[in-house]
T-cell receptor, first 116, second 112 residues
Framework: GAVVSQHPSWVICKSGTSVKIECRSL??????MFWYRQFPKQSLMLMAT?????????EQGVEKDKFLINHASLTLSTLTVTSAHPEDSSFYIC????????????FGPGTRLTVT | DAKTTQPPSMDCAEGRAANLPCNHS???????VYWYRQIHSQGPQYIIH???NNETNEMASLIITEDRKSSTLILPHATLRDTAVYYC?????????????FGQGTRLTINP
């Protein structure tokens, strides 16, 4: 199947700083990418949907000014957690939809963010 | 909100078929049923999807009832590596976009 990568796989940052997470579709073009967050022992929660070249659409309750999403190319989307706080510590997972196939959606391996 | 209901946990013996049920009674006519699984601390892995007909691939089979209100994922010969959380998802259309909204899933444990 298609491959989605994320970088970094884990990151530790201090409160008040910002951290950027990259999501790449390696062998297909993805006009739509998704960002999820997962807390321990919980399911994935959809944060936002991004379409290449346009503004992201955020789910209810997700602060767009805190979680900045950029989808500048057909293979790259970034999530920036601004002014991070310990409660932002979570597992962040991106996903990309392959529009050439049967609309299958592939997930990255996730990024573990710890805010101290 | 997720449109699916799954049992929170199931056990299966290694080598036997694992049958994971899912209820999606409010599914609309053009909404697909997707199955993913997540092994601890990894991203979800795509398994299979379907609309009306039963589907089979190298990983699993998907049986969808005629009224489409429920489905069953079948892992024909479960191995220890199949231990994971399995998510049944109805892909919904919302605000012009197609989304996969995860429910709580079924934690499947394969026992030796």
């Amino acid at each position: 199947g298609a491959v989605v990568s994320q970088h970094p796989s884990w990151v530790i940052c201090k409160s008040g700083t910002s951290v950027k997470i990259e999501c790449r579709s390696l062998d297909f073009q993805a006009t739509t990418m998704f960002w999820y967050r997962q807390f321990p022992k919980q399911s994935l929660m959809l944060m936002a949907t991004s379409n290449e070249g346009s503004k992201a659409t955020y789910e209810q309750g997700v602060e767009k000014d805190k979680f900045l999403i950029n989808h500048a190319s057909l293979t790259l989307s970034t999530l920036t957690v601004t002014s991070a706080h310990p409660e932002d510590s979570s597992f962040y997972i991106c996903s990309a939809r392959d529009h050439e196939g049967f609309n299958e959606q592939y997930f990255g391996p996730g990024t573990r963010l710890t805010v101290t | 909100d997720a449109k699916t209901t799954q049992p929170p946990s199931m056990d299966c013996a290694e080598g036997r078929a694992a049958n994971l049920p899912c209820n999606h009674s409010t599914i609309s006519g053009n909404e697909y049923v997707y199955w993913y699984r997540q092994i601890h601390s990894q991203g979800p892995q795509y398994i299979i999807h379907g609309l009306k007909n039963n589907e089979t691939n190298e990983m699993a089979s998907l049986i969808i009832t005629e009224d489409r209100k429920s489905s069953t994922l079948i892992l024909p010969h479960a191995t220890l590596r199949d231990t994971a959380v399995y998510y049944c998802i109805v892909r919904v259309f919302n605000r012009g976009a197609q989304k996969l909204v995860f429910g709580q899933g079924t934690r499947l444990t394969i026992n030796p």
